[in-house]
């Protein structure tokens, strides 16, 4: 048996439950259309202070990465679509 190839991991931290549901929304069709990319959909505190949550994300990234391999990609989702570099860029 041919052993399955291992996904590309995509951390996508959020704001708030709408994007959180909708980063599932997104990986979700990434699995029916057998993509081999991964996205953890995390809500790191719930929602509130931007830099809070951008702050409580890179917490996760760096144990999640420890625990299960690097992330391809990193971001946060919040109203304004920032990524963690233009936030660090800020």
């Known amino acids: 048996m ?4 291992p996904r590309k991991r995509v951390f996508l931290g959020s704001e708030g439950i ?8 997104l ?3 990434a699995d029916e259309h057998d993509l081999q990319i991964h996205l953890d959909c995390v809500l790191p505190i719930g929602g509130g202070d ?18 299960h391999g690097k ?13 963690l570099e233009q936030l660090r860029s800020v």
Do not use: C, H, M, T
């Not at 041919?2 to 190839?5: I, Q, T, V």
């Not at 990193?74 to 990524?83: A, G, I, K, W």
């Open 2 to 5: 041919a052993r399955r190839k």
């Open 18 to 25: 709408s994007e959180r549901n909708y980063g599932q929304y």
């Open 50 to 67: 931007p830099l809070s949550i951008v702050q409580e994300s890179i917490k996760l990234i760096k144990r999640e990465s420890r625990n």
């Open 71 to 83: 992330y391809r990609v990193n971001d946060v989702v919040d109203d304004s679509l920032l990524s």
């Open 27 to 29: 990986r979700k069709i």
